[in-house]
């Protein structure tokens, strides 16, 4: 329930144990390798090998492999599939059973070879379809294509030519010479395709009238046959290379079921890469190697036992960090904790030296978590869609903390909604019986009042309340805001009061006496005279509290101040600090959210049930419709206000809460570990 | 029309509808232009990696939360008048203004946090796409500029329960 211990280690092992020892701590998960820092005399630093690189260019090969081949992965349906996705699930023999034996170059090198032929006939279909759109406007012409386009004395040249020059473009041509053919044009959409036959002599006049039309002048491939021949060729190509690809696909789709191996494979490599990528963080003599990290405290004393059972040549040393070196950070939060540590993990870490907010938070977090969406069916379709998630499909273990959460979160809104008379937004007048009760005045009779009814006749009606309802935030938002305050209050003081008491404990006794105690006194002081004045404790105390209120004031103006020198400038920062107290303020009135998201979920519930008894009045469909958006309308409430509360109440947790008493930043605790991308070893 | 100018109760309710319409129009406004370039950022994301697509979203649709607050404000504002119902309430000049008075927190808030939210929803699409891990944090970020929204709703809706 905390931040765990952290201890810094040297582990001195002989080399030729080196493998050994290294699959050991990585099997067991413990030991985060810390840089060697400084090398001691007759130590170098250890490079890496050529195994090294010969794993990575496996896994590389693996990677490749696996990339290629999951596009063609028939993927099975469902949920659970869904959340499996490319995960697979065995134990560490199955998998080394699975990898060691396993002759992935053969696949590797087919999926090359299949990937550069799908490749290259993608290209091919791509020059096939510019070679259709450059000959399909010429397809009148009927001679061979390699026929030269000269002959001794005249040139033939192929033109396009916007349909809207074409009449004065040919003008020209034709005044500039008899010599001149046009042949037959071609008009295909708003462009006219030529043939232009003229003498060498005026070529030069020639392209001179094409260059100033902005006139394109086509090169046709010099290909063998006429165009219409030539087209038809391509076409019979392109069929082909559909058959090719089909029989690629299908080929494709069959290596695809070798995935789960080549998968397994990619990892075991992987575990034995990231054993030897540690290395250069070691030091080595001829003999030994030496290794340094940090380790939880309670693990030390194991972890030399269960090193015995590997070899007996070795020495594990506690040693004190590096200058400006912090111990990585690891929380530790059990049973109903746990799903928590989510929320305080989208904040981040601690410092070593903090303490863990995670149990903290919990009990705030559910509870403005419930305060934001305040409604009972919500609360309960929550509850009971992540109980059935959890129960009936397999999450992986590191998912299931925030569903788990979830699950809590719904249970609260439940009650947070029947205190708030939440149910869908409905009111009691349109509840099922059994959730609603009548409204008795003081001496248990039933309140009545007057309505229309449907024939428009004013009737006497029974005043109808939910029952459980304490609150009505519609009617009197004020009461909610209050409550919302108070709490916002107590969640900030708690925070204060939480650094003092760590402070004390843990760092300076006098200072924590000094500079945090005030405030936990002034803050204790405010709450005690707001409740005075509300009322809440009797008046006669309002003289007494008065002073008491003082006092915390002049407190803190001699305190605040202290770390400054000079007698004006401490006395001067002191009244300053007591600006702290808009801080404080503020802090308290951000809770005010709590009410405005309440409301924006009941509204919304009311928005859609106003808009389905609307569409209900449409005869022969309006109740379908109504459904319809009864369901929709309130789902969607549900997404956007589940979201809006989560978001929100952390929120108050990370901004308001967390900063009274932490400053964050601690790095995580990564100990060497099987790392796995696909594989979930005995989860 | 002559009804309407000689009729001060009528006065009344056309400013409520307007304070309606200011309240939706303005923050409706606001959330389409943020949810804009938070969608714009997103695309590119998802263009890298489809499988973020998840996320791109819940971060996309957080600015358009101010739309909502505003629709709600008119909502209660049509509901409290009885337009909504066909019967509307006869309502002072002086109400009148007050409802209206009581659609511009939510639209104005809106307006701009909706914009400014949609950056900073845009600047967390890319937080998203090089750690999707830290999707949580870009979400808090862009929760902190809703926060006006949220305050300007919840003094909008507060004036128009006083009319109730």
């Keep these: 329930m905390a931040v765990v211990p952290m201890q810094k280690i040297s582990l001195l092992v002989h080399q030729a144990d080196k493998p050994k020892v290294l699959a050991f701590l990585q099997e067991k998960g413990v030991l985060q390798i810390a840089d060697i820092g400084e090398l001691a005399e007759g130590m170098s630093k250890l490079e890496l090998d050529k195994e090294s690189h010969e794993l990575e260019f496996r896994i590389a090969e693996l990677d490749f492999a696996v990339q290629f081949l999951s596009k063609y992965e028939q993927k099975k349906k469902g949920m659970q599939a869904m959340i499996d996705g490319d995960s697979v699930k065995l134990n560490y023999e199955e998998m080394e059973g699975i990898a060691k034996d396993y002759q992935y170059e053969d696949m590797v090198g087919r999926c090359k070879s299949m990937e550069d032929e799908m490749v290259n006939l993608k290209n091919e279909i791509k020059s096939i379809h510019s070679v259709q759109e450059k000959l399909m406007p010429w397809r009148h012409l009927k001679y061979a294509l390699n026929t030269s386009s000269e002959s001794e004395s005249s040139v033939s040249l192929h033109v396009s030519v916007p349909l809207k020059d074409w009449s004065l473009f040919k003008e020209e041509l034709v005044a500039l010479s008899k010599m001149i053919a046009i042949g037959k044009e071609k008009v295909i959409e708003n462009k006219v395709y030529v043939q232009i036959l003229c003498e060498k002599e005026i070529l030069n006049q020639v392209t001179g009238v094409i260059a100033t039309f902005k006139v394109e002048l086509v090169e046709l491939p010099l290909l063998k046959g006429t165009i219409e021949e030539e087209l038809e060729r391509l076409v019979t190509r392109l069929e082909q290379i559909g058959v090719r690809q089909g029989q690629l696909n299908k080929v494709a789709v069959d290596f695809s079921k070798e995935l789960k191996k080549l998968r397994v494979t990619y990892d075991y490599y992987n575990w034995r890469l990231q054993q030897k990528l540690v290395r250069r963080d070691f030091a080595s003599t001829e003999s030994t190697i030496l290794i340094k990290g940090w380790i939880t405290k309670k693990s030390i004393e194991v972890l030399k036992t269960d090193l015995q059972d590997i070899t007996s040549r070795f020495v594990i040393e506690e040693i004190n960090p590096e200058e400006g070196e912090n111990a990585p950070v690891l929380l530790v939060n059990k049973g109903i904790m746990k799903p928590f540590q989510s929320v305080t993990d989208i904040y981040g870490l601690p410092l070593p030296n903090e303490l863990d907010p995670t149990p903290y938070l919990a009990i705030f977090f559910i509870m403005f978590y419930g305060l934001a969406l305040t409604d009972a069916i919500y609360g309960l379709l929550m509850f009971a869609i992540m109980f059935s998630v959890l129960r009936f499909l397999k999450i992986p273990k590191q998912s299931q903390g925030l569903i788990r959460l979830l699950m809590y979160a719904g249970l609260i809104t439940f009650f947070a909604g029947a205190l708030y008379g939440g149910w869908a937004s409905m009111t009691p007048y349109q509840a099922p019986g059994f959730l609603t009760k009548s409204l008795l005045d003081g001496t248990g009779n039933v309140v009545t009042h007057m309505v229309k009814n449907d024939a428009g006749e004013t009737v006497k009606e029974i005043v109808k309340v939910f029952k459980f309802q304490k609150i009505d935030a519609i009617k009197s938002p004020l009461s909610v805001l209050i409550l919302s305050l108070l709490l916002g209050f107590i969640q900030v003081f708690v925070g204060v009061l939480m650094n003092f008491i760590w402070k004390f404990k843990h760092e300076s006794k006098k200072y924590a006496l000094i500079d945090h105690f005030p405030w936990v006194y002034l803050l204790f002081m405010i709450g005690f005279a707001v409740a005075v004045k509300a009322g809440i404790l009797p008046e006669s105390l309002w003289g007494t509290t008065k002073i008491l209120l003082y006092i915390g004031m002049v407190g803190i103006v001699l305190t605040q101040g202290r770390e400054k020198k000079n007698i004006i400038l401490k006395f001067i920062s002191g009244v300053l600090g007591l600006y702290g107290l808009v801080g404080y303020l503020s802090d308290v009135l951000s809770y005010s959210r709590l009410l405005a998201l309440g409301l924006a979920t009941s509204i919304i519930g009311l928005a859609v049930n106003t808009i389905a008894g609307m569409v209900s009045d449409i005869p022969f469909v309006g109740i379908i419709l109504a459904i319809i958006v009864l369901i929709v309308g309130h789902m969607f409430n549900i997404g956007i206000n589940a979201l809006g509360a989560f978001i929100h109440s952390g929120r108050l947790q990370f901004v308001e809460f967390f900063t009274k008493f932490m400053e964050g930043g601690g790095q995580a605790f990564k100990p060497l570990k099987r790392d796995s991308k696909y594989v979930r070893l005995n989860d | ?164």
Excluded: H, R
Excluded at chain 2, 34 to 50: F, I, L, R, T
Excluded at chain 2, 109 to 122: E, L, N, P, R
Excluded at chain 2, 124 to 139: E, F, H, I, L, S
Excluded at chain 2, 145 to 151: D, P, W
């Design chain 2, 1 to 164: 029309m002559d009804e309407v100018v000689t009729n001060p109760g009528l006065w009344g309710l056309a400013l409520a509808v307007a304070g309606a319409a200011f309240a939706v129009a303005f923050s409706g406004a606001g959330s389409s232009i943020g949810v804009s370039y938070a969608g714009q950022a997103g695309a590119g994301v998802v263009a890298e990696k489809p499988e973020l697509f998840g996320k791109v979203l819940i971060l996309e649709a957080l600015p358009a939360t101010q739309g909502i607050y505003g629709f709600l404000v008119a909502f209660l504002i049509l509901m409290f008048t009885g337009i909504l119902s066909g019967d509307p309430i006869a309502l002072t000049t002086a109400d009148g203004a007050k409802i209206f008075f009581a659609g511009i927190p939510v639209g104005l808030a809106g307006y701009f946090s909706g914009i400014y939210q949609g950056k900073v929803s845009a600047a967390g699409c890319g937080m998203v796409a090089k750690n999707p891990g830290d999707m949580g944090k870009a979400m808090v970020l862009s929760a902190m500029v809703e926060t006006y929204a949220v305050l300007g709703f919840l003094v909008s809706a507060l004036v128009v329960f006083s009319i109730a």
